[in-house]
């Protein structure tokens, strides 16, 4: 398996695997961030398929950086408690998919001898890179309430 078969099937296994939780999420906010990340997943696929076949892919690279965020077409998230759990195993999976998914890009970073096979990687390891944060962010509102609740008497907290 060359390089690029490689990174596709990753991008190809990522989409797969937010269309699976925007599917067992269905009904609840949190699936549409499942869905956009999904097709994220699926543009970074189509570029580096047509980096494969040689083509030139860096016009394309400015017009996918899109400024809107995940966030900007939610609803309010309603969910009860028992669900918090499983949700923060999910985000926490997601979480440490992308960590591997941006390591993994640098590792072939380093392998790559053309200048634009180097910008679409570093392209790509910025989008993995804002998808961690995301999932990070999450976890972080998601504990908040729970470690203020539990500690909320001793030491001094965070401003949020």
Same mark, same amino acid.
Do not use: C
């Given at each position: 398996?060359?390089l690029?078969?490689? #990174?596709?099937?990753?991008?190809? %296994? ?10 067992? $999420? !269905? =009904?609840h ?7 956009l990340?999904?097709?994220a997943?699926?543009? $970074?696929? @189509?570029?580096?398929?047509? @980096? #494969?076949? =040689? ?15 995940? *966030?900007?077409?939610?609803?309010? *998230? ?17 979480l440490?998919?992308?960590e ?12 790559? #001898?053309?200048?634009? %096979?180097?910008?679409?990687?570093? *392209?790509?390891? %910025?989008q993995? !890179?804002? $998808?961690?944060?995301?999932f ?25």
């Amino acid at each position: 398996m060359n390089l690029y078969d490689f #990174a596709i099937k990753m991008e190809q %296994d990522g989409e797969k695997y937010y269309l699976e939780q925007a599917a067992s $999420h !269905k =009904g609840h906010a949190i699936s549409r961030v499942f869905t956009l990340l999904a097709g994220a997943e699926q543009k $970074h696929a @189509r570029l580096l398929q047509k @980096r #494969a076949e =040689g083509l030139n892919v860096t016009a394309e690279l400015s017009l996918l950086t899109d400024d809107r965020n995940v *966030f900007s077409e939610l609803e309010d *998230f309603k969910a009860d408690v028992t669900s918090i759990p499983r949700q923060l195993d999910i985000y926490a999976h997601a979480l440490d998919l992308e960590e591997k998914s941006v390591a993994q890009y640098e590792e072939l970073l380093d392998k790559m #001898a053309a200048s634009e %096979d180097q910008e679409l990687l570093r *392209f790509l390891i %910025d989008q993995e !890179k804002q $998808h961690y944060e995301l999932f990070d962010t999450l976890l972080t509102l998601l504990r908040r309430p729970e470690d203020w609740v539990e500690d909320a008497e001793f030491g001094k907290r965070e401003d949020y």
